[in-house]
C-alpha cells in the first residue's frame, strides 16, 4: 500500500494594502489642493513693494491687520476675523512674546490705511515688548 501525502496549502492571511496606499495618496493630494483655498482672513487691499521677502522659516509669523476703518485683527492660527481693540492687541503680543520672546510680528494694512494709523499700531506693538515689526505687502 503506497500512501500518497498531499501537500496541504496552508492559508494565505496576507492584507493587499496597494488600494489603500492609493486611496491614502488620493486623499493627500486633494487635501494639498484645498489647504491653500481655506485660507480666511480680513480682505484688504494691500500696497505693492519691490522688497525681499523675509525668511520666515524658523516659525509662523504673527501678523496683526488693520483695516481701512481702523479695526485691528490678529491672525493666531488663521483665525483674524474679529475685530480687537488697540488694548487686546497689546495684551495679545505681550503673551505670546512671554512664550516666544523671537516671533515674528507683522503689520499688514490695507493702502488706504493712513500712516499715521500703521506708525500707531507699529509704536503700539513695539510698546508690548516687540523688538521689531515688519509690514507685509504684495
Known amino acids: 500500500m503506497i500512501r500518497r501525502h498531499r501537500k496541504k ?7 493587499n494594502v496597494v488600494p489603500y496606499i492609493d486611496v491614502m495618496l488620493v486623499l493627500l493630494i486633494i487635501f494639498m489642493v484645498t489647504a491653500p483655498m481655506l485660507t480666511q482672513g480680513v ?22 491687520s488693520v483695516d481701512i476703518e481702523g479695526r485691528y485683527y490678529i491672525n493666531v492660527g488663521g483665525s483674524d476675523l474679529e475685530p480687537i481693540t488697540a488694548d487686546e492687541v497689546e495684551m495679545r503680543i505681550q503673551k505670546v512674546l512671554r512664550s516666544n520672546p ?35 505687502t504684495e
Open 9 to 15: 496549502h496552508a492559508l494565505n492571511a496576507e492584507i
Open 43 to 64: 480682505k484688504l487691499d494691500l500696497p505693492q513693494a519691490s522688497a525681499d521677502p523675509v525668511d520666515t522659516s524658523d516659525t509662523e509669523p504673527m501678523i496683526v
Open 102 to 136: 523671537r516671533k515674528l510680528i507683522l503689520v499688514r494694512g490695507d493702502k488706504l490705511v493712513t500712516y499715521q494709523q500703521i506708525i500707531s499700531l507699529m509704536t503700539l506693538i513695539q510698546g508690548a515688548g516687540a523688538p521689531s515689526v515688519g509690514l507685509v
